[in-house]
């Protein structure tokens, strides 16, 4: 395939730059309005809250309530959007066809599968790849074991980053400027597990012995009767692009049997991927 491109885009005219309008979103000739008000909508969404209110949905992106009744309206009309007998509403199936597709395109999905699978078989454990988006960790592919507690959790989840242990992976490869724009005290907030942190300063020192060690563990910090460990993967720069993890019910796996045995296979599993990715 050509690298250059079979579309001819009109050059830009002078002037058209025009100021960000108010979220970081730039008005040149080429932003379409409308477009980007139905995204928004749908970004709005997420497995802790699955549905809301056509009120809400105004409030939380700033749009009058008629815009906003018309954009999702037309998304519901499209098919990525429906409408409860409530009056809230969901994501449609439609929405799933867009993230699957997406995902089967990413090299790192398609590169790393094989390896998840034999970690799968090794540990007889439920097997994520997760990457940062924001202050979450996105799930790109699980592989479950049906004895684990988290049964809501899915391919296009988000968890907080900071009580999961591919989210501290993660985490723990970002600069302290980085991470004190990215975490809020939002993102300590919401449900957790006993053992969870509650702010940037108790999780600084974590997040370093992280770095140092090469892996990260979360110990009831998510839920009650989790555990995980996780390695990270690299990409061609080196750079640490993606997290893996292996999740155990803490009533059948100790912390130690975890670190002592499953660790290192999960260790291994990062290493054999990122070699995929062309990580020197």
Same mark, same amino acid.
């Given at each position: 395939?050509?690298?250059?491109?079979?579309? %001819?885009?009109?050059p830009?005219?002078?002037?058209?730059q025009?100021?960000?309008?108010?979220q970081?979103?730039?008005?040149?000739?080429y932003h379409?309005?409308?477009?980007?008000?139905?995204?928004?909508?749908?970004?709005?969404?997420?497995?802790?809250?699955?549905?809301?209110?056509l009120?809400?949905?105004?409030a939380?992106t700033?749009? *009058?309530?008629?815009? $906003?009744?018309?954009?999702?309206?037309? +998304?519901?009309?499209e098919?990525f959007?429906e409408? #409860?007998?409530?009056?809230?509403?969901?994501?449609? *199936?439609?929405?799933?066809t867009?993230?699957?597709?997406?995902?089967?395109?990413?090299?790192? /999905?398609q590169?790393?599968?094989?390896? #998840?699978? !034999?970690? &799968?078989? $090794?540990?007889g454990q439920?097997v994520?790849?997760?990457?940062?988006?924001?202050?979450?960790?996105?799930?790109?592919v699980?592989?479950?074991n049906?004895?684990?507690?988290?049964a809501? @959790?899915?391919?296009?989840?988000?968890? *907080?980053?900071v009580?999961t242990?591919?989210?501290?992976? +993660?985490l723990?490869? #970002?600069?302290?400027?980085?991470?004190?724009?990215l975490?809020?005290?939002?993102?300590?907030?919401? =449900? =957790?597990? *006993?053992?969870?942190?509650?702010?940037?300063?108790? #999780?600084?020192p974590?997040?370093?012995?992280t770095?140092?060690?090469?892996?990260?563990?979360q110990?009831?910090?998510?839920?009650?009767?989790?555990?995980? &460990?996780?390695?990270? /993967?690299?990409? $061609?720069?080196?750079?640490?692009?993606?997290?893996?993890n292996?999740?155990?019910?803490?009533?059948? &796996?100790?912390?130690?049997?975890?670190?002592?045995?499953?660790?290192? +296979?999960?260790?291994?599993? %990062?290493?054999e @991927?990122s !070699?995929?990715?062309?990580?020197?």
């Open positions: 395939m050509s690298t250059e491109s079979e579309v %001819c885009v009109p830009r005219k002078q002037g058209t025009g100021p960000a309008d108010g970081g979103r730039s008005n040149d000739g379409v309005g409308a477009l980007a008000k139905g995204l928004r909508l749908l970004e709005l969404f997420s497995e802790q809250r699955p549905s809301m209110k009120t809400d949905m105004a939380e700033g749009l *009058p309530l008629p815009t $906003a009744f018309r954009m999702a309206a037309t +998304l519901a009309s098919g959007l409408q #409860l007998p409530d009056g809230a509403y969901r994501p449609a *199936p439609k929405v799933l867009l993230g699957f597709s997406a995902l089967r395109s990413l090299d790192l /999905v590169l790393a599968a094989a390896p #998840l699978h !034999r970690l &799968v078989e $090794a540990t439920t994520n790849l997760g990457v940062l988006s924001g202050d979450q960790v996105l799930y790109l699980r592989l479950r049906n004895d684990l507690v988290t809501n @959790i899915q391919v296009g989840s988000r968890l *907080p980053a009580r242990s591919m989210g501290k992976l +993660l723990a490869h #970002l600069d302290a400027g980085e991470l004190d724009k975490l809020t005290e939002a993102s300590f907030g919401g =449900a =957790a597990g *006993p053992n969870a942190v509650r702010s940037l300063d108790e #999780l600084r974590a997040l370093a012995e770095r140092e060690r090469g892996w990260a563990v110990d009831e910090e998510l839920a009650y009767g989790l555990r995980s &460990v996780a390695g990270p /993967v690299r990409g $061609a720069s080196g750079a640490v692009v993606a997290a893996v292996v999740a155990v019910p803490a009533t059948q &796996v100790s912390t130690s049997e975890l670190l002592d045995e499953v660790r290192p +296979l999960v260790q291994e599993t %990062c290493a @991927i !070699r995929l990715l062309g990580a020197p």
